[in-house]
């Protein structure tokens, strides 16, 4: 019998994160204050997100980082995730290549994103905060967070892109059932909601509109607390439990990963399983390919340009040093809604100017076809944004097959699907397209992005 899965024991599991920016040969650029062009200090960032988080984000010295106990023992709950050698892609594509996939839907809340809410919210809880908000687009990071936020016994505040609100209703029900106060955004309930409805009554709302609204929750609030869910070096730490589990299974199944896949929205999944392998490419020579996937409709990896620019669209972050397609970008609406965001993550900026990793744009329906494959021969309906990661591999996989080369692929399955059907519906009825954008509507969108 062929093994399929491999899992680590209790007593396996790792009890440090990996922070990547300890090792990198060129350290990320520090994020910077809009109007006196300043770098950031700790200080500057702890008004808005819990002290323990921006110590990290500005960590550039420890390569290995303490998980708090108490968050080790939530992690108890659902870790190890299983590391899946997929026979049946393989089979179904005719492939001398290995794919394995780390799968990180098995859980709770159903993707990667709860690895990070659960230590945000324990360090929030921890300098004494009754209060954590955020914003969600698709909801799956406000699902983790309304999660660890009553794991830890914190009051959840959740800005919800008001148009996904109505588009997938469960995911505002799944937050009200772990006990958050949901609101659709813009919403009267803050300035900068009353301010967006005054010029736009009728304005769909998106993630910018969401994080200003939340972002002045946290700055307004006593014991309130911002976090975030992607994009800042600190979740990419967090998240480095998906690559440093894999690392220990890769070796239970007898290999080494030749090419690391994951699908990309701000850099979090993607971080996740590859940084804890690249540093063996940074410090032992290894020569593995790193490939982030994004959507063809929000290049920024591919096509965008390396600038400081504003995390958010209404320009109320600190100016961050990342390849974009310019705070106002409006991506389309594609169902991989944690794949619309303008900016790349300030670690995974730098590492694509080094050539330590690239990226791939991949079309809407070549994502579908990807997951339905991977669906009919695996079991698992995919998310969305994972069949990104899954339609990367198999054009890998299809290489192989052409140059007869035995290649070991490894990709994150950052979440299930499950709760995204009426996107397969849609799929499925034909009512889907590809959208591209072209070169000038790049430049337009660059236009505002301030010179530094
Ligand atoms: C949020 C999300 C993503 C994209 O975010 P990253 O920070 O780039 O990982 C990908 N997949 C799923 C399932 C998500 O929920």
């Known amino acids: 019998m062929k093994q399929k899965k491999f899992m680590l024991e209790e007593s396996e599991l790792p009890k440090q994160w990996y922070n990547i920016q300890a090792d990198m040969p060129n350290k990320p650029l520090p994020p910077i204050h809009p109007a006196t062009k300043q770098p950031l200090g700790v200080d500057d960032l702890a008004h808005i997100f819990p002290r323990e988080c921006c110590v990290q984000e500005l960590d550039q010295e420890h390569p290995f980082i303490d998980i708090p106990e108490p968050v080790l023992e939530k992690y108890r709950y659902y870790r190890s995730t299983p590391l899946v050698r997929a026979y049946a892609l393989e089979e179904a594509l005719g492939t001398p290549a290995h794919i394995y996939f780390k799968n990180e839907s098995v859980n709770p809340l159903g993707s990667h994103k709860i690895n990070s809410a659960l230590p945000q919210c324990y360090y929030a809880k921890e300098e004494g905060t009754t209060n954590v908000t955020t914003e969600t687009g698709a ?79 946290a700055t307004t609030t006593p014991n309130c607390k911002y976090t975030l869910g992607s994009v800042l070096n600190h979740v990419a730490i967090h998240q480095s439990i998906i690559g440093l589990e894999a690392e220990k299974q890769m070796q239970k199944a007898g290999e080494y990963p030749d090419v690391v896949i994951a699908c990309f929205g701000g850099g979090s999944n993607f971080g996740g399983i590859a940084f804890p392998f690249m540093r063996h490419n940074i410090l032992d020579g290894k020569t593995t390919e790193f ?61 694509i100017k080094d050539g330590l990793m690239h990226g791939v744009d991949i079309p809407q329906l070549e994502t579908f076809e ?44 950052s979440g299930h699907g499950l709760i995204d059907m009426s996107a397969y519906e849609q799929y ?15 430049k337009k969108n660059l236009e505002s992005v301030p010179e530094v």
């Open 291 to 351: 490939i982030a996937a994004e959507p063809e409709s929000c290049p920024k990896l591919t096509r965008g340009e390396f600038r400081y620019d504003f995390g958010d669209e209404a320009g109320y972050t600190p100016l961050l040093p990342m390849y974009t397609l310019g705070h106002a970008f409006k991506p389309a609406n594609i169902h991989a809604g944690g794949l619309r965001y303008h900016g790349a993550g300030m670690i995974v900026s730098q590492l």
């Open 428 to 442: 499925l009825n034909g009512d889907l397209m590809n959208y591209k954008i072209t070169d000038d509507d790049i």
């Open 370 to 413: 990807a997951g339905l494959l991977f669906a009919r021969t695996e079991g698992i309906i995919p998310a969305p944004e994972s069949s990104h990661a899954i339609a990367a591999t198999i054009r890998e996989a299809l290489k192989c097959k052409e140059t007869g080369e035995e290649k070991v692929i490894l990709f994150n399955l």
């Open 139 to 217: 909801g799956q990071w406000g699902a983790a967070l309304s999660y660890a936020a009553s794991v830890f016994g914190l009051e959840a505040a959740v800005y919800q892109v008001k148009i996904s609100m109505q588009q997938k209703p469960y995911r505002s029900s799944i937050m009200r059932t772990f006990g958050a106060a949901v609101t659709g955004s813009p919403s009267m309930s803050t300035r900068a909601g009353k301010d967006i409805i005054t010029r736009d009554p009728r304005h769909p709302g998106s993630l910018g509109t969401a994080i200003s609204e939340a972002v002045e929750l």
